[in-house]
């Protein structure tokens, strides 16, 4: 990968520029199992470079599909910086991280024979239920390079199981769910252990006739629900949304924005982080960086560019999209912790409602937090029976939702946008509109 760095790089000095080189070697392994045995298993693998140059005062990008050395990306870029016009000044020089800081090496996942066996297997009792398992093993070797200084190089991945149970009753109960860690085995012995026994009794209640009248005393979002609604949060805590009038939280550092004991940390190089990154897409080292203590607001992600522009620093948030693209600010591993620990069990004498799976937005405003979603959820009684409480609807507005969170189930899940991985445990919560 270098040689092609050297060589754009170079290019780019002939043409009196500055110049710093992405690139990224792709590799995904991915199969389907049903019915014990491997329905489709397909591997593939891609390339991408992308640059950035700084030329009197002016900023370029351009990106190659595939990877590799080729003197016009380098042309294309200084038109682009051109077009654009004037720019802040090329960043500095830095000193390279470490290769692998953080507890262990870096993942490295795959898609053997064995994995394979055991997915198949996990899928072979037929039954009343369907079990559908789909992995995929991504491994990433990324290199960035500015002119003049040492290249930059990590190999990361992570590892993806994706779980569609169906169950057949007097309805067709449904319920999907994702698993991400930095190795197959790690996530299958979760899978193996109690995940999908978990979410087969649980597509068993969702069989079930709906109970007929929807009666409750508490409501528990499981994670799986939890995360997608915070996702719609997530970008009023990334510095360009500050920056262009679309964050509702601009302004609000040092307040009080969620419920006591609510802390929101990134961390890409956290243990149960599952894409350990030592660095941006930029170079910068990737630390913990807190956004929320004890509900209290106490900054935003920031990117190399948006620090710049806000006189700060960055925390390490630039990253590309999946083709190489330009950096935006997203998170690299989000985990949105309560306070609390209350179980997911009802209380005494009371009756919970705990709701399971979001079946997709109706409405929602990433801007101003509001939301309407379809879902599904299980009564549990006072003596712990569960019963079907069928599709509902959630509505409310998730940054209210953080003020009102009183205690958490212990049970994280994550939701994945490329390379960003969000986390949220299931919250007890009395900030819904709750109806069928």
């Known amino acids: 990968m270098s040689e092609a760095s050297d060589f754009l790089n170079a290019t ?19 199969l389907v199992c049903r019915d014990g ?25 351009a990106v190659h599909i595939p990877g590799g050395a080729d003197a016009s990306l380098v042309d294309t870029a200084l038109a682009v910086g051109r077009a654009l016009g004037s720019a802040p000044p090329a960043p500095a020089h830095r000193t390279p991280p470490p290769a692998e800081p953080g507890p262990g090496p870096l993942a490295d996942p795959r898609l053997d024979e064995t994995v394979a066996q055991r997915l198949a297997k996990l899928t072979a009792d037929p039954g009343d239920v369907d079990v559908e398992l789909r992995a995929r093993a991504d491994r990433s070797r990324v290199l960035l390079h500015r002119a003049g200084g040492e290249p930059l190089r990590h190999t990361t991945g992570t590892f993806q199981l994706q779980a569609r149970i169906t169950a057949k009753g007097r309805r067709v109960g449904f319920i ?19 995940e999908l026994a978990e979410l087969t009794a649980l597509a068993r209640v969702l069989a079930r006739d709906p109970v007929p009248h929807l009666s409750h005393d508490d409501v528990l979002l499981d994670g799986r629900v939890m995360v997608k609604l915070f996702m719609l949060a997530v970008p009023a805590f990334q510095l360009d949304s500050v920056l262009e009038g679309r964050s509702p939280l601009a302004g609000r550092t040092g307040e009080r924005i969620g419920s006591a004991g609510l802390s929101l940390v990134d961390d890409p190089l956290a243990a149960d982080s599952p894409l350990p990154t030592p660095w941006d897409d930029e170079g910068t080292a990737c630390r913990a960086t807190t956004l929320l203590e004890d509900g209290v607001l106490r900054g935003f992600l920031s990117s190399r560019r948006t620090a710049a522009e806000a006189g700060t620093v960055s925390t390490g948030s630039g990253r590309r999209g999946a083709s190489g693209e330009m950096p935006t600010v997203q998170p690299g591993f989000l985990a949105l912790r309560p306070g609390t620990p209350l179980g997911d069990a009802p209380r005494d004498g009371r009756t919970l409602l705990k709701v399971v799976q979001a079946n997709g937005a109706h409405t929602s405003n990433v801007i101003t937090g509001d939301f309407s979603i379809g879902a599904n959820a299980v009564l549990v009684t006072p003596d712990g029976a569960q019963h079907n409480a069928g599709n509902i609807t959630l509505a409310g507005n998730v940054f209210e939702l953080l003020t009102r969170i009183d205690g958490h189930d212990g ?11 969000v986390t949220s445990p299931g919250v007890w919560t009395s900030g819904l509109t709750i109806g069928r």
């Not at 780019?12 to 991915?30: I, K, L, Q, S, Y």
């Not at 049970?411 to 991985?421: D, E, L, Q």
């Open 12 to 30: 780019a000095a002939e043409r009196g520029a500055d110049c710093e080189v992405w690139e990224n070697a792709h590799e995904t392994d991915e």
């Open 37 to 61: 045995a491997v329905e489709r298993r397909v591997a593939t693998a891609a390339t991408a470079t992308a640059l950035t140059v700084w030329k009197d005062g002016t900023e370029g990008y």
């Open 176 to 194: 999907a769910h994702q698993m991400f860690g930095r190795s197959a085995d790690a996530v299958l012995a979760d899978a193996e252990g109690t």
């Open 411 to 421: 049970r994280p899940r994550v939701n994945r946008g490329h390379t960003s991985f």
